[in-house]
């Protein structure tokens, strides 16, 4: 569980770092308004904290289920968002990250959700 916290906390890093240093990179001048940037910075510092929130309950994951389950909850909500974005938001040729992320999303998923009875078992063992 312990890595795939980390690795959970490493994709919010890098999602934070995109929206909050690279999103003039990845978007025209035109299609990013002050509002899409308002909106990329707060998500860019909400994905800060999650990563912080990751790592620092990749030491102790038994100590720390409501990291756990807000790691869950995110995982989830990012797999609808990505494939609400691939199904019907974005062109074909826009999908790329979107569909990358979907890959990762889902397979953290499964993978905390396929660890979780283990670190509940050890908790209360």
Not at 33 to 58: D, E, H, I, K
Not at 84 to 93: E, G, N
Request: no cysteine; hydrophobic share 60%; aromatic share 10%.
């Amino acid at each position: 569980m312990s890595v795939l916290l980390r690795i959970a906390a490493a994709v919010s890093f890098a999602w934070a770092l995109v929206l909050l240093a690279f999103k003039e990179a990845l978007f025209s001048p035109t299609a990013l308004t002050p509002l899409g940037r308002a909106f990329a910075n707060g998500l860019g510092v909400g994905q800060l904290v999650f990563a912080y929130l990751f790592w620092y309950a990749s030491g102790a994951p038994a100590a720390n289920r409501g990291t756990l389950y807000a790691a869950m909850m995110l995982m989830a909500r990012r797999t609808a968002n990505d494939l609400y974005q691939l199904l019907v938001l974005l062109p074909p040729d826009q999908a790329l990250i979107s569909l990358a992320d979907l890959v990762v999303s889902v397979a953290l998923l499964v993978g905390i959700l396929e660890a979780l009875p283990r670190v509940i078992g050890s908790k209360s063992a």
